[in-house]
Every structure is written in structure tokens, then in C-alpha cells.
């Protein structure tokens, strides 16, 4: 038998092939390497592919082609979204560092690369099939990490999302057969024939295929799950959820909303995805008012910032999504970086979630101190850094394609968030005699992500995008 | 010109250098935070002309980093360096290394305000320079609820700002539009916009009923940091009119004008009227200056050229009574554990130093002639006059006439009468105290003598 695929075909998924066998290497590198050495080992050989993936994927920038029957699709939108899943999977790995049981991490970096590789591919799907097939590696492969440790917590999170997360891709996959049965075509390209839009069938299936997104994405009503979620996975994994599997599903997102509706069907199949954006910011961000551990406020925190980049594409203009690329990587940046000083406080076994762990932090260890504060003002959207750049782009995307209603909630969404971020920074600052005293250990991956998400959160904000230097991204 | 540059980063690399010092050093980050802002004092006037601009975004609007003193907010920018030269000098509170960085990036972040030629640049820096002081609230302010009601009330008006700012850059094509005499906005979109805007200098002023958020911020901020804070951070919001609405949507001020008028009258009497009857030394100044800026609304509001100059004088005016007034206020209370105007008295006798200092800024304040805000007053009451509103002057005219009610009876409080037996009387300004506020008090006279160069406009 002979497969009728071309070798351009197979060099096209090398990126994501090269991660994939990189997850191989960890295992097989694990049974070698002695108890001591084996958590850097791990991490090494996961990082080293993983950079080798990205270098893989950025040759990629400025090609195109249609692999696999167009149902891979290589290009500029591709390599950005997969190279911010490198850069998400990068920066969740190295939180290995310091967490975990040291004999199962082989394991669970390997699970995590594979979780990677579905999420490049969702990045680069072009028809359902693909599309499944990556959101089924990437889901699989995280329903073990949520679990992958000993804690009643972390089983309860697994669990939970293995759940929800289940329901949702029946969603999918049910809108997905009515989307094959309303046009006979896998192909996402071939959605556009507007005789489509008179089709209720098709309706349905899009409707159906949304809401599945929208749940992968936790926008408001289907957002509870992400705090529970967030708070019980190991550190790293959320990490790893809260970019990776945001920027995996928002590609899709996308690549649907943009190249894959009839044009007369767009406004109306749209309209409830942008109130349900709208609604998120602002519940998004109440959520976050409550909490009193780090990552159910990122998870919260995460539901708004996804608001936002929807903001930024509900113009449906190519610069809408240059915008909202800017922010997905801001965002990728600011989060990876919260998530690193949150595991460089942690000590052994317990992790540093807990918003108590921050009190004083500025006497203890400033420079942690410092650079969590520029995650939280860029999370808030406060200058000097790429959040405020990114949020300015996204309003003066929506005002001129006529969501003013979407930039007002957008500013009333980040008023209300101010006081969640700004209660942190003012945890970490205070000078209250209850604080603890022990000094945090210095974990050296961990600072160093930190430092480099910092530099370039705010770096990115004077990084002058001119028209050569605004990634002509989206074909 | 790198050097327009220099004059914004200069005052931030150097707060964040300060850091790299010892963690309990005083004398050379006291010293050094004072020569930095020296510096720029100096810069600002070797740079009175230039600009510097780079290229920052193209789409979806065209925006620049764009640096260059205005004629107005070149001498908002020079008190400003004054202001935080002189405050530095004397700082004498926990912390200090760190307390000096931070006066210095609050200098640097207001820096590029009034040199931002960019709207988008312009609302960079004023979200950012609410950095400073929310952080100079959490270490060193009184009550930790007054830093989230300054961050909360001040980033809402910010926010508001950073969506006018991204409409007028996407109706007008570009926010590099600060300083430019052909840069108007008409159209459905405008008083929208300028409602924005407008919105946010009414917070930052502030201006009844915005203002809730300055009289806790006021008393609870260490005297070194709300002396720069009350002499220039609130003139952002007046700058603000003057350089973006004024300039950039002319017709929107005017068409208003009725509405702000009334609120700065009400914020006028109000203030004054407030100011008489705290017991809190500085919450009488903190509402001695809701007053004052009353003022200086009407006359924005006014459109008038004459009461424009004279605003710009009452600014720079009030900049210099209010810093000093903070600083003696903060002198007393280092040394007598307590501001109250119901505890102290009698110091007078005691410290003539003190007392001088604190007299000639209370003089100022109340508008005695030969000093400046005399002046400023005067020339916006004719202004206003001249653009044929009467009851803004009568209005004034009671509110200047209060003010000199609660200043006398703030200096009589402090340091007239019996002295009182609980308060230890210690010793009057140090030599250094004294050469601390003697250069805003000089200023107040020269100003008040000499105002043309302040009326070229």
C-alpha cells in the first residue's frame, strides 16, 4: 500500500513531529539517567526539542501549503499560534523544575509535549477531522496531567475536566457531523458558499461547534470549570492550560470565524459569541474579586483576558487579528511569568498558590516581587507594559469597526479587575508583622522565566509595530 | 534631541539605580535623588525647544514617541523638577532609599506626561504615574483603603481616557497631535470623546463631585511625596483641558462650557467652605486646593485668552504655595507627632523659621499681592470677566475671601495663641529644612513680582 501523501506533506508536520518523538526521547532518557539526575534530565531533552519544534516551525513563516488534503494548512497564522504554544509549553516545563515528584516527571513531560503537539496541530487544522484529532491529543493528554499528582485536589480536577471537558467535545463533534451534513465537506474552506446560510442545518452545526469552543476557551456560561480546574492541576499544568490550550482552541476560533462562514450567516452565528465575550470580561473579572489563591485568579483572570482577544476579532478585519495575536503573546508572557514566580515560591510539596504566601513578599525577595508587579499591571492592562499596548489596539479595533458597546464593557471589565490585581500587589508590599519570615529557596528556572516574561512584557510595549514589523499573519 | 529624552528616563533609571544601594542608606540617596531632579530642572531649561520623536504605531493609527515641551507645560514641568528637588532634600521617612526612588519615578512618570507631544504617550504616563504613589500609599500611607480609593477613582478616569484616546486616534488618524495648532476634531464622534477626556482631568483635578478620593490621599501620603503630588499630579488633569481639549476639540469646551463652570464654581465654594472647618492641618490644604483648582476650571472652562495666561500662573502658583505648605505641615509633624489643629498651638514663639515659612505659603494662598497667586487670581478674574461671565467672578470672589479665612486660621491655630503643655516644643527648621522650602517660597515671590515670561503663551 501506498500512502498518497508528498514529502512536502511530511516536512510540513515536522514541527510537531519533532516534539512528538521528543516526548519518546524523555521516556526512553528516563530508564537511563539515575534517580539524582533525573527530573534535569527530563527537563532538558523536553526543553531542547521543544526549542528544536519552535526553530522547525518559524522556518515554516512565510510558506504556504495545504498538507494532507488541505486538512494542514502551513503558514504565517499557523507558525504564530504554534510558535506561542512553544513558547506556553516552554515556559510550563520549566516549572517542573522545582515541583513534582521527581520519578514521574519524565512522565509527565512527556504528556505534556504530546499535549503540545495537538495543540500545534489545532493551530493548524484546516478541515473537522484535524481539528478533532488535536483537540482530542491535547485533552487527552492534560486529563492525565490534572491528575498527576497525589492530592485529593489535583484527582477532583482531573476528574472534573474529564467530565465537562467530554461534554463539550461531544458538543464539537456533534456540530461537526451536522457541519458534514449540511455541506458534504470536512474542508473548513468550503463552509463559505453562501446557499450555506439558508441552511438551518448548517446553523445548528456551527452553533453546536461554537459552543464546544467557547467551552475549551471558558468563556462565560461555560467558565465554571476553570477555576476548580486551575486550582487542583499541578502548577506547571496549569500553566500549560491557561496559554497552550487557549491559544490551540483560539486558533480554531479563528481560522472559523475568518475563513470558514458564509459571509450573510456571519453576523447572526457571531452576535452571541461577542455578548458572550462581552458577559465574560465583566464576569471574568468579578470572579477574580473573591479569590484567595493564585491560580483560581488567573483562572478567572483567564476568562476575561480571552474576552478581550475575542474583542479584538469581532471586527473580522485581518488587523483585528494581528491585534489580537499581539495580546494572545502578551498574554502568553504575562501568565507564564505570574505562574513562574508563583512555583518559585513554592517550597517542597506545597505550592505557592496561596494568596498568603505573598504577604511581604517585597522584603523578602524584591526582585520576585518586582517582577510578579509588572505581570499583574500588565494583566490589568497598566503601562509600562505590552497589556496596555494590547488593550489600546484592541479598543481602537473595536471602536473602528463599530463595537463601542465591546470596548465599553471592555473598560468597565478592567476597572473591576484592577482591584483583584491591584490586591496582590498590595499583599506582596505590605509590611504587616504576620507575614512569614523564612526567605522563599532560589530556583534558578524558574527566576530565569520569570525574568525573561518580564523584559519582554514590558520590552514589547516599545517595540514599534510599522507595517513591515506587523507580522503580515493572516492570509 | 536625545536630551528631551533623557530628561523622562533619566529620573526613572535613576529611582531604579537607587534600589541597587544599601537597604537602610539615607544621605546618598537623599543627595543623589536631589541632584537627579536638579538635573532635569537644568535640562528642561537647555531643552525649552526641542523635541525628539520615534515611530512607535502605524495602524490602526499613526502614534510616536514623541517628547517636547509645550509653552504650558514647560512651566508645569519646571516646578515640577522644583518640587521634587526640594521635597527630596529633606525626606526623612522609614525607607528612605526606597521612599526617594519612588519621588523619582513619580517625577520621571510626569516628566513624560507634560512632554508628551503623543496622546497615546500622553495616556501611557498617566496611568503610569499612578504607579508611584499607590505604592507610596501601601508602604508608607496611613489607612491601606486610601491607596485602592486613589488607584480605583484615578485608573477608572485613566481608563476612560486610554478609550478617548483610541477613538480619536482611530477618527483622526493619528494621537501625534499634542502642541499642534491644526489638530481638530468635528463630527458625531467628538463630544463623545470629549466627554472622555474630560472625564478623567475632572477626576484627576479633582473637581466636585470626583474629588472623594484627595482628601484621604492628601493626609494620608508622607509630606514629601503629597507636596509633588498636590502641586503638580493635579494639574494633569487641568493641563489636560488646556493642551487636549482646548487645542485638540475647541468647539466641545465651549459648547460644555456652562456645565464645567458650575461644577468648578461648586468645587470653589465647597472646598472653601470644607477647608474651615477641619481640624487636620493638611486635609485644610487638601481642601484649600479642591478650591483653588475650582479656580483654575472656570477659567479653562472660560476659553478665554487672558484667563488661559492666568491660569498657567495660578498653576504654577498654587504648585509652589501647596508644596511648601505641605512641607512646613510635614516639618511640624515630624517634630510634634501631630497635625491637629485642635492640639497644636503656640508654636510661633518658638520657631520663627517655621512660622516664616509657613506664613509666606498661607500668604500665597490667600492671594496677598506681590506674591503669585495673587497674580494668577487676578488675571483670570478678568479673563472671565472679559468672556462675559459675571457670576464665575462673584463665585471667585467668595471663595478667595474664605480662603482667607481658613489660612489665617490654620496659621493662628498653629502658631499663634497659648502654647499648648502636652506638645513638646522642639527645635525650629534645620539650616537644610530651610533651604528646602526657600526656593519654592523665593519662587512665589518672583512669580509674584516678575509673572511676564509665564504669560507668553
Not at chain 1, 128 to 156: N, P
Not at chain 1, 167 to 175: H, K, M, Q, V
Request: hydrophobic residues 60%; contains cysteine.
Amino acid at each position: 500500500m501506498t500512502l498518497p501523501f508528498t514529502g512536502a506533506d511530511w516536512s510540513a508536520i515536522l514541527p510537531v513531529s519533532a516534539i512528538a518523538v521528543t516526548a519518546l526521547a524523555v521516556l526512553i532518557a528516563d530508564l537511563f539517567s539515575g534517580r539524582n539526575d533525573q527530573r534535569y534530565v527530563s527537563i532538558a531533552i523536553a526543553l531542547l526539542g521543544t526549542i528544536v519544534g519552535g526553530i522547525l516551525a518559524a522556518r515554516q513563516f512565510g510558506q504556504h501549503h495545504d498538507a494532507f488534503f488541505g486538512g494542514y494548512v502551513v503558514g504565517g497564522f499557523t507558525t504564530v499560534f504554534q510558535e506561542i504554544i512553544v513558547i506556553a509549553t516552554l515556559g510550563s516545563l520549566v516549572l517542573y523544575g522545582a515541583l513534582g515528584p521527581a520519578q514521574r516527571i519524565a512522565g509527565m513531560t512527556a504528556i505534556m509535549l504530546w499535549s503540545a503537539c495537538g495543540a500545534m496541530l489545532m493551530a493548524a487544522a484546516a478541515n473537522l477531522m484535524m481539528i478533532f484529532l488535536g483537540l482530542e491529543l491535547l485533552s487527552l493528554g492534560l486529563y492525565a496531567l490534572c491528575g498527576a499528582v497525589d492530592r485529593r485536589a489535583s484527582r477532583e480536577s482531573a476528574l472534573k475536566y474529564l467530565i465537562l471537558s467530554s461534554t463539550a467535545t461531544g458538543f464539537l463533534i456533534f456540530g461537526s457531523a451536522l457541519l458534514f451534513g449540511a455541506t458534504g465537506s470536512i474542508r473548513l474552506a468550503d463552509f463559505v458558499n453562501p446557499v450555506l446560510a439558508m441552511n438551518p442545518l448548517f446553523w445548528l452545526g456551527a452553533g453546536m461547534f461554537l459552543i464546544g469552543l467557547v467551552f475549551k476557551l471558558s468563556l462565560v456560561p461555560f467558565h465554571t470549570w476553570t477555576p476548580d480546574v486551575f486550582q487542583g492541576a499541578p502548577l506547571p499544568v496549569t500553566a500549560f492550560m491557561s496559554v497552550a490550550t487557549k491559544a490551540g482552541a483560539l486558533a480554531v476560533f479563528a481560522r472559523f470565524i475568518y475563513a470558514a462562514l458564509p459571509a450573510d450567516a456571519v453576523q447572526g452565528l457571531l452576535l452571541p459569541v461577542w455578548i458572550v465575550a462581552g458577559i465574560s470580561m465583566i464576569a471574568g473579572n468579578v470572579g477574580m474579586l473573591a479569590q484567595h489563591d493564585l491560580k483560581r485568579l488567573l483562572g478567572y483572570s483567564g476568562v476575561a483576558q480571552i474576552g478581550y482577544i475575542l474583542v479584538a476579532l469581532a471586527g473580522g478585519t485581518p488587523l483585528g487579528l494581528r491585534y489580537a495575536l499581539y495580546y494572545l503573546a502578551a498574554y502568553a508572557f504575562m501568565n507564564l511569568g505570574a505562574f513562574a514566580v508563583a512555583a518559585a515560591i513554592s517550597g517542597d510539596g506545597e505550592e505557592g498558590a496561596d494568596l498568603e504566601n505573598y504577604r511581604g513578599l517585597a522584603r523578602r525577595r524584591p526582585w520576585l516581587a518586582a517582577a510578579m508587579t509588572v505581570f499583574l499591571l500588565a494583566l490589568a492592562g497598566l503601562p509600562p507594559t505590552a497589556g496596555f499596548l494590547g488593550k489600546i489596539l484592541i479598543l481602537a479595533s473595536s471602536v473602528s469597526a463599530g463595537y463601542l458597546w465591546l470596548a465599553a464593557l471592555l473598560i468597565i471589565g478592567t476597572a473591576i479587575s484592577l482591584y483583584a490585581y491591584a490586591k496582590v500587589i498590595r499583599l506582596m508590599y505590605e509590611t504587616s508583622e504576620g507575614a512569614r519570615q523564612a526567605l522563599e529557596p532560589f530556583v534558578p528556572l524558574a527566576w530565569a522565566s520569570a525574568a525573561i516574561c518580564a523584559v519582554l512584557v514590558v520590552a514589547m510595549t516599545f517595540y514599534p509595530l510599522t507595517p513591515s514589523n506587523v507580522l503580515p499573519l493572516v492570509r | 534631541m536625545l536630551l528631551v529624552l533623557l530628561i523622562v528616563v533619566a529620573p526613572i533609571a535613576a529611582g531604579a539605580l537607587i534600589f541597587a544601594l544599601p537597604r537602610n542608606d539615607r544621605t546618598i540617596s537623599r543627595g543623589a535623588g536631589t541632584a537627579v531632579a536638579i538635573a532635569t530642572f537644568a535640562m528642561l531649561i537647555a531643552a525649552r525647544d526641542a523635541q525628539w520623536s520615534v515611530r512607535w504605531l502605524s495602524r490602526p493609527f499613526e502614534a510616536a514617541f514623541h517628547f517636547g515641551t509645550t509653552p504650558v507645560s514647560f512651566w508645569i514641568a519646571l516646578l515640577l523638577a522644583l518640587c521634587t528637588a526640594c521635597a527630596v532634600a529633606t525626606t526623612r521617612v522609614a525607607r528612605t532609599r526606597d521612599f526617594v526612588a519612588l519621588m523619582l519615578m513619580l517625577e520621571g512618570t510626569m516628566l513624560g506626561l507634560f512632554l508628551a507631544r503623543d496622546l497615546l504617550v500622553f495616556a501611557l504616563f498617566w496611568d503610569l504615574m499612578l504607579v508611584p504613589v499607590f505604592f507610596g500609599l501601601v508602604g508608607w500611607g496611613e489607612h491601606p483603603a486610601t491607596a485602592w480609593r486613589y488607584f480605583i477613582y484615578n485608573f477608572a478616569g485613566g481608563l476612560t481616557l486610554l478609550l478617548a484616546t483610541a477613538a480619536f486616534g482611530v477618527i483622526y488618524g493619528s494621537t501625534d497631535v499634542i502642541g499642534r495648532a491644526d489638530a481638530h476634531l468635528v463630527g458625531a464622534w467628538a463630544p463623545w470623546i470629549y466627554a472622555g477626556f474630560a472625564f478623567a482631568f475632572l477626576v484627576k483635578a479633582p473637581i466636585w463631585p470626583l474629588h472623594t478620593w484627595m482628601p484621604p490621599t492628601y493626609g494620608g501620603l508622607p509630606s514629601p511625596m503629597v507636596s509633588v503630588v498636590s502641586a503638580v499630579q493635579s494639574k494633569a488633569g487641568l493641563y489636560g483641558f488646556i493642551a487636549i481639549g482646548l487645542a485638540l476639540l475647541p468647539d466641545y469646551v465651549r459648547e460644555y462650557a456652562d456645565p464645567l463652570m458650575v461644577l468648578g464654581a461648586i468645587s470653589l465654594i465647597y472646598g472653601a467652605v470644607v477647608a474651615l472647618v477641619q481640624n487636620d492641618a493638611k486635609r485644610v490644604v487638601a481642601y484649600s486646593s479642591l478650591s483653588h483648582l475650582g479656580l483654575i476650571i472656570i477659567a479653562v472652562a472660560s476659553g478665554n485668552r487672558i484667563a488661559l495666561a492666568g491660569a498657567v500662573v495660578y498653576i504654577v502658583a498654587h504648585g509652589l504655595f501647596s508644596a511648601a505648605l505641605f512641607m512646613v505641615l510635614g516639618y511640624l509633624e515630624e517634630r510634634e507627632g501631630t497635625r491637629s489643629l485642635l492640639r497644636l498651638g503656640g508654636l510661633g514663639w518658638k520657631n520663627p523659621r517655621l512660622a516664616g515659612a509657613l506664613c509666606i505659603a498661607a500668604l500665597a494662598a490667600l492671594g496677598l499681592p506681590g506674591l503669585a497667586g495673587f497674580v494668577g487670581e487676578l488675571i483670570i478674574l478678568v479673563g472671565v470677566y472679559q468672556a462675559g461671565y459675571v457670576w464665575p467672578v462673584i463665585v471667585a470672589l467668595v471663595g478667595i475671601v474664605i480662603a482667607s479665612a481658613y489660612m489665617i486660621r490654620l496659621y493662628q491655630d498653629l502658631m499663634n495663641g497659648p502654647e499648648v503643655a502636652d506638645v513638646p516644643v522642639r527645635g525650629d527648621l534645620t539650616w537644610l529644612e530651610g533651604l528646602a522650602v526657600a526656593p519654592l517660597l523665593a519662587a512665589l515671590v518672583i512669580v509674584g513680582i516678575y509673572p511676564v515670561p509665564l504669560l507668553r503663551l
